[in-house]
């Protein structure tokens, strides 16, 4: 079994061991003991929950997931820890989730590792059940993990579940039937893209004080990456701190394909109206990456298959509103947020999203980024992946294919390019 070794100091409070009160003094024996210390649980690993595409505006040969018996993710942690606990969430547009087993494990480049096999609890029962919108957490379980690891959480449902879609990075071995998630191979399971049910895994860590939110769309969820285990720039950036040896700190990736700054609809809820949720709220949070606002940009006015009552048109003004309002409520919390300038997207194949009129905003609100001073700080994304001969289009080394996403060369370099000091 693999062992991480805690090396921060851990800080203790003393407190008497004995204390004998008489009417005119008080005595307090010499001898005492540290309690036992808080535990310090932190985000290793997150999945924002999104909302369904309607099925009549589907891309071609994409449907909406149905899941049912055994799941089994494969998540990559940013952070070590001796104990570990998940979340599960159906997110808004599960009507009810409902798990009667779970497991937790740690694999290596042939799989599950048997003797790490951990069932999971929910406040000491094997199942629980959550109504749409809420999150539950399992017990926490002695299991040391190591930045880096690759852990196995398998689940097994009640009954059946319709996730929402998600880019094909994001995907889970599904095994109909009966509880087999204590299994170490799933015979026979296929694998299905769907939004994660899992949401979250904590590691309690003492030495960790330092939480990096990613929080945008599709570009920081990862999508063009080869590698599911590898989510674009945030996984790439989590290799460099363990290059670097800082084992003080974790990343989360709050990013969905799709996701706007200002608008509900198909495509996930706000970021205005999630920021709480999955930014403020992720345990340990104490910076903020914020990287949003291309698909407010590219959906503005659209009308997709006659709907066009959430693609309002949308200005510069609008996007410096909505990041100013983000940035007033990490500063009210404490957090740190840095602004991430937003990446080209001249020559995308979908009509209309890309315009050299949406790129005069998309150059504007960059400008503000770099300038205002709003930010805590500032990562230039655009100056890192632009073709330097067309400053509207991503350079063809970085270009994943649809020129909107990077490749995961792009994302690396994304990742190369983000000053470490900044969390130092």
Same mark, same amino acid.
């Given at each position: ?31 005492q ?11 290793t ?16 040969? =994409? ?5 049912e ?30 798990i ?25 029962q ?9 999150? *539950? ?23 059946? *579940? ?17 509880d ?12 299905? =893209? ?12 003492p030495s ?8 945008g ?20 950036l989590?290799?460099r ?40 709220? *992720? ?9 949003e ?8 006015g659209?009308?997709l298959?006659?709907m ?34 937003l ?21 504007? =609100? ?13 990562i230039?994304?655009?100056?890192? =992946? ?15 294919g ?6 995961d ?8 390019a ?7």
């Amino acid at each position: 079994m693999l062992s991480t070794p805690i090396c921060a100091a851990v800080r203790y409070t003393l407190l008497a061991t004995g204390i004998l009160v008489a009417a005119a003094c008080t005595t307090i024996q010499d001898t005492q003991q540290p309690a036992t210390a808080r535990p310090n649980w932190v985000a290793t690993w997150t999945s924002s929950p999104s909302t369904p595409i309607p099925p009549e505006i589907l891309p071609p040969g =994409v449907t909406t997931p149905q899941l049912e018996g055994n799941l089994r993710y494969l998540m990559r942690v940013s952070a070590g820890g001796n104990s570990v606990r998940i979340a599960l969430s159906g997110g808004p547009s599960v009507p009810k989730l409902a798990i009667d087993g779970a497991t937790i494990a740690l694999t290596d480049a042939t799989g599950i590792m048997p003797e790490t096999m951990q069932k999971l609890s929910f406040n000491d029962q094997v199942g629980v059940s959550l109504l749409s919108g809420g999150t *539950v957490w399992s017990d926490p379980v002695a299991l040391p993990v190591a930045s880096g690891n690759v852990l196995a959480v398998s689940v097994h449902l009640v009954g059946p *579940v319709s996730p929402p879609q998600a880019d094909k990075q994001l995907v889970v071995s599904m095994l109909p039937g009966d509880d087999r998630t204590a299994e170490i191979v799933l015979e026979g399971a296929e694998t299905i =893209v769907a939004r994660p049910l899992v949401t979250a895994i904590l590691v309690d860590n003492p030495s960790v004080n330092r939480v990096i939110v990613a929080f945008g769309d599709s570009i920081t969820d990862g999508n063009g990456s080869a590698d599911p285990l590898t989510r674009g720039w945030p996984d790439y950036l989590a290799a460099r701190f363990r290059a670097e040896g800082l084992q003080n700190i974790a990343i989360a990736n709050q990013g969905i394909g799709g996701n706007r700054l200002l608008e509900e609809g198909v495509l996930g809820e706000s970021a205005l109206t999630r920021f709480d949720r999955d930014a403020l709220s *992720v345990p340990g949070v104490t910076h903020i990456i914020l990287m949003e606002g291309i698909n407010d940009i590219g959906l503005s006015g659209f009308t997709l298959n006659g709907m066009s009552d959430s693609y309002r048109t949308l200005g510069t003004h609008d996007i410096i509103a909505a990041y100013s309002q983000l940035i007033s409520r990490a500063h009210a919390r404490g957090v740190t947020i840095i602004g991430a300038t937003l990446t080209p997207d001249l020559g995308s194949p979908l009509p209309g999203y890309a315009t050299e009129g949406k790129e005069v905003i998309r150059q504007e =609100v960059n400008d503000w980024i770099r300038n205002s001073a709003a930010f805590d700080a500032v990562i230039d994304f655009d100056a890192i =992946v632009r073709d330097p001969d067309n400053e509207g289009r991503l350079a063809r080394a970085y270009n994943s294919g649809d020129s909107i996403h990077p490749s995961d060369a792009g994302y690396r370099a994304m990742a190369d390019a983000i000053d470490l000091d900044l969390f130092r």
